[in-house]
């Protein structure tokens, strides 16, 4: 946690983070999404991913 990158506000315990630490075959940094209400952070390939989810679980498929 150290080395990541922070891109969200802290809201509701919740944060989105990139881990510079690992890579995905595009080299995309891996992203996080932690919050204290989940049993330790949701691991993403890459920020698309992640935001791909988060789109999903805000307004359906």
């Known amino acids: 946690m150290k080395t990541a990158l922070q891109l ?4 509701d315990g919740y944060v989105f983070l990139l ?7 595009r080299n995309e940094w891996e992203a996080w999404d932690f919050g204290n209400k989940l049993p330790g952070a949701n691991r993403y390939r890459s920020f698309w991913d ?7 679980r805000s307004f359906g498929s």
Do not use: A
């Open 8 to 11: 969200s506000s802290t809201e």
């Open 19 to 25: 881990n510079p630490q690992v890579l995905d075959s």
């Open 50 to 56: 992640m935001m791909q989810n988060v789109y999903k």
